[in-house]
């Protein structure tokens, strides 16, 4: 499985943006899938999970409220809507396939990643 993650940009506070995790491969659709987020000098962090048919949803405390996981399994595509969005929301952002279904908020669960999009939210 190869992830392909697009929709990064600059945008003042309270913009909204769309992230995309596009994936080549059949199994996609039987994977979780989670976004994580990686800013200069910290550890990256969860940000949010849904399962393989997309009917169940994990989400960090920090962006609840104002960011939605959907994920398309007919389009191998996941995507993350960010609303309201905050200068602390400033990072790389990455997607990640895992193919246990655990939609989990653990890095180590994961065992396909995608290269990352930056997002950055001004002030």
């Known amino acids: 499985v190869q992830l392909q993650a697009s929709g990064g940009g600059s945008v003042q506070a309270g913009g909204s943006l769309r992230l995309t995790c596009a994936a080549s491969?059949?199994?996609?659709?039987?994977?979780?899938v989670g976004w994580f987020r990686q800013a200069p000098g910290k550890e990256r962090e969860f940000v949010a999970a849904?399962?393989?048919?997309?009917?169940?949803?994990r989400y960090a405390d920090s962006v609840k409220g104002r960011l939605t996981i959907s994920k398309d399994n007919g389009k191998n595509t996941v995507y993350l809507q960010m609303n309201s969005l905050k200068p602390e929301d400033t990072a790389v952002y990455y997607c990640a396939a895992d193919r246990a279904n655990h939609y989990s908020d653990y890095v180590g669960a994961y065992d396909y990643w995608g290269q990352g999009t930056q997002v950055t939210v001004s002030s």
């Open positions: 849904v399962s393989w048919s997309g009917g169940s949803t």
């Open positions: 491969g059949r199994a996609y659709s039987s994977y979780a």
